[in-house]
């Protein structure tokens, strides 16, 4: 079993920045590549970013590229989105994922079947 658990949600204004953490703990950590999802009031949960444990290939979704950075730290079993130039619709629940099914090695995964743990997510909110 694998338990993911995310920090660093807050308040912030728009135009700020944050770093969100998710770190993992439980069996033999490798999975093939972690991800982060959001969820705002009322929509469905969307990708945001993945990266590959193994390789660091990376995926962003278009609303992200140039201001959210996807990163890992194999030593310490964590992930991190550091998240820049924030907007109001960047408000939302944010979840951590661990998808341990093996891939091509280039391949990023971006949809939640293709994930296996979830965290309990992290609330951020950006005031306009």
């Known amino acids: 079993q694998v338990q993911l658990v995310e920090s660093g949600g807050r308040l912030v204004q728009a135009g700020g920045s944050l770093r969100l953490s998710c770190a993992a703990s439980g069996r033999t950590f490798s999975p093939y590549a972690m991800g982060w999802f959001r969820q705002a009031p009322g929509k469905e949960r969307d990708f945001v970013a993945a990266v590959t444990w193994s390789a660091g290939y990376t995926a962003y979704a278009d609303s992200v590229k140039a201001r959210f950075t996807i990163s890992r730290d194999n030593a310490r079993n964590t992930v991190y989105l550091q998240m820049n130039s924030l907007k109001s619709e960047d408000t939302a629940v944010y979840y951590c994922?661990?998808?341990?099914?093996?891939?091509?090695?280039?391949?990023?995964?971006?949809?939640?079947?293709?994930?296996?743990?979830w965290g309990q997510g992290t609330q951020v909110t950006v005031s306009s």
């Open positions: 994922a661990a998808g341990l099914r093996r891939r091509s090695s280039s391949y990023v995964p971006s949809n939640e079947p293709e994930y296996d743990y």
